[in-house]
């Protein structure tokens, strides 16, 4: 009775509970004969703060609050940061041999054990809130703090700059494991996949070598590496990605995987020769199967039940059309991921294969070898294809091979460098195809861009001006969701984020496809067939229901998602 005595007291002294409840919880405990801790979880009584006072009052354990300056530096580094953000925990300080452990779940016997054997101390835990943790973790294990303190380590291990010399191709390779440079390399690489890079740039400079994330589709700078360490890095890296180190003269393709905190990472390198020593650059791709769920790629209700109905279709072609980056490969592998089966036989042909699917054959174009994409077509139309995925129809040749695919009983699915739905068919006949065969294998086009989502926590409601109004009337026609209000009529708000810890002060953070379906009716067949313009048959598609490019990301505007700023970055809005 003793420890409820001393909850109540606690729930008293804080003013968690006003008097009803208290006499509430009070009366259920003795009624029913369960915990207290337990009836406040279960009613949802208290926020997560409140909570985790009461269990570690509960369990006779110090509760703190916790800020980065509170942890120690020196103390923070003796567990590892793939242990301090698998568990949610950080050590703080010590006193004699006892480790003062910040912990999401301090009654976690097992990791107090794993630390202990880790470090050779005793472990004291002490409760934190799991927001107040990850914000010290960030700040203790920070690619730049990491950074600085291998670059420390090298100096210490190599000696002066002066004395290295990174021209020489002979240099010993360095081995992969705790060595300053492996360090070094590891934190820049865990600071992209904490960031949520979709790749890193190691650029050398004339005084440094500049280390850059792409996020959200924009670089960012991460962090200054000297450039006296320049070629360690970029030979560790070509190690691990199995390339040779002693080729700086050509450039070069690598790949290597890992695990960070039980997620696995397909990392893509590429190196290029520039005035300055070799660039690299990193694919970061993570090999979650989950993220080709159709309705997590294409989350429009209305886009994804078009998608869906296309490709019920048992022959054709699909065309993806847009800029490099846009997410249209994700959205066929979304699509291959819905048809995939054990009835169905799909292949693809891809350069390169970036993803590999589950009961999919991937054909990697192999140019060197003379394995070009209709080569490789050609290939796989032996190979009683049911479904044939094309990464990209880049000439004459491919482009006839797919449209007779299509025409012949398999269902095809391919992109193209287009910047709207409307002129994929123009550019099919630019390559070569006659405008009636074009005509006769579509079966929808559809163009799309990524935009990037205003932070949750850090959005904010605002009044939009006058310019931004006029871009958002436009785009709200007839088919739009939403319908932007003449200047009488109440004023609109829109949402953009201000900037904070949890989107790098960008103010986004995530982005979405938003997508321009043209579905090939008879009519538009026809309009193809007699060679229409592209804004002609854009009108057509109108006419039928086709939402733009511009209505779709306006609706996404009006409904909060994102900013009238992602509409001009994403779309020609004087052009549409």
Known sequence: MEKSDALISLLTEERMLDEQALEALIAKHEETGQSLIAILKEGNLLDEEQFTRIVARASGIEFVNLSPGAVDPMVAHLVSYEMASQHTLIPIKMEGNRLHVAMNSPLNLSVRDQIEMKTGYRVVPVAAMPGAIRHAIQHHFDVTNVTKQAIVSMRLEEGPAEDIQPEKPEQAPVKVGDSPVAKLVSSIIDGAIDARASDIHIEPQLSDMRVRYRVDGVLRIAIQVPLSVQQEVISHIKIMADMDISERRLPQDGHLTLARRGQDYDLRVSSLPSTGGEKIVIRVLSKNTDRWSLDKIVTSPEDNRRFRSIVENPYGMLLLTGPTGCGKTTTLYGLLQLLNSPEKNIVTVEDPVEYHLEGVTQVQV??????????????????????????????????????????????????????????????????????????????????????????????????????????????????????????????????????????????????????????????????????????????????????????SAVNEILSGVTTADELTRIIDVEAD
Request: glycine content about 6%.
């Open 366 to 551: 192999n140019p060197i070898a003379g394995r070009t994409f209709a080569k490789a077509l050609r290939s796989i139309l032996r190979q009683d294809p049911d479904i044939i995925l094309i990464g990209e129809i880049r000439d004459a040749e491919t482009a006839e091979i797919a449209v007779s695919s299509a025409l012949t009983g398999h269902l095809v699915l391919s992109t193209l460098h287009t910047n709207d739905a409307a002129s994929a068919a123009s550019r099919l006949t630019n390559l070569g195809v006659p405008s009636y065969l074009a005509a006769s294998a579509l079966l929808a086009t559809a163009a799309q861009r990524l935009i990037r989502l205003s932070c949750p926590k850090c959005r904010q409601l605002y009044e939009p001006s006058e310019e931004e109004l006029k871009y958002l009337r436009r785009g709200s026609g007839a088919n739009g969701a939403y319908k932007v209000e003449s200047e009488s009529a109440e004023p609109i708000k829109l949402y953009r984020g201000a900037g904070c810890e949890n989107c790098g002060n960008t103010g986004y953070y995530g982005r979405k496809s938003v997508y321009e379906i043209l579905n090939v009716s008879h009519e538009i067949k026809r309009m193809i067939a007699v060679k229409s313009s592209d804004q002609e048959i854009k009108q057509q598609a109108i006419k039928e229901g086709m939402k733009t490019l511009y209505e």
